[in-house]
């Protein structure tokens, strides 16, 4: 039995089902760059790395905007909003606002707090966008060199990570973080105790 005779496609009928591939891979492929215009430039994605609800969150040392040196676990028995961010990003825009509220109604020693991590621009970035926009109270951290954008497994932002008292991942917010979101998750924190 000849297979290639039995088994072969005609060349009208190759191209015939050619073109409708490379249509759908050529829509395939601007519908995802064009899906997420806040993903970081120069990333890939490593799904391993991506920390999971009930997992401790994963500690790291960083510099704040004053230049002081922080780790998350100095902030071990409060609820911590690890959020991560870029002044460029619009939804990070629409969402400072409410993390500045939420700062400003909790006790600053010992209540909930948000940290939040600037991924790779410089103090003076992030000072001018805070003071044109007034912004102020939030607890900011400087990455530059994305080591906590790395250990989160963040791609895009904003995303925020919900860190329970214990110093454990219990949420993870992908996009905009409202203040109905920011009381969803205080009310879920309660409620788990």
Not at 48 to 68: C, I, K, M, Q, Y
Not at 120 to 147: C, S, V, W
Not at 159 to 177: C, P, S
Request: glycine fraction near 8%.
């Amino acid at each position: 039995m000849n297979f290639k005779k039995h088994f072969s496609i005609p060349p009208r009928l190759f191209i015939f089902l050619l073109f409708p591939l490379v249509g759908i891979t050529a829509a395939v492929a601007v519908i995802a760059g064009s899906s997420n215009q806040n993903v970081l430039p120069g990333l890939t994605s490593d799904i391993r790395n991506v920390p999971h609800r009930g997992w401790l969150a994963p500690n790291f040392e960083l510099t704040t905007l004053d230049g002081s040196s922080v780790q998350l676990i100095d902030f071990r028995g409060r609820i911590v909003f690890l959020n991560f961010w870029a002044t460029w990003c619009i939804p990070c825009q629409r969402e400072l606002p409410a993390f500045q509220a939420f700062v400003e109604s909790q006790d600053p020693e010992l209540g909930p707090t948000v940290l939040a991590v600037n991924l790779g621009e410089t103090r003076e970035q992030i000072e001018t966008y805070f003071a044109q926009n007034g912004i102020k109270g939030i607890p900011t951290i400087l990455d530059p060199t994305g080591i906590g954008r790395k250990l989160y497994g963040v791609m895009s932002v904003p995303v925020t990570y919900v860190i329970d008292a214990e110093g454990v991942l219990q949420f993870m917010k992908l996009g905009e973080t409202t203040t109905q979101d920011i009381s969803d998750y205080m009310i879920a924190l309660r409620n788990k105790g």
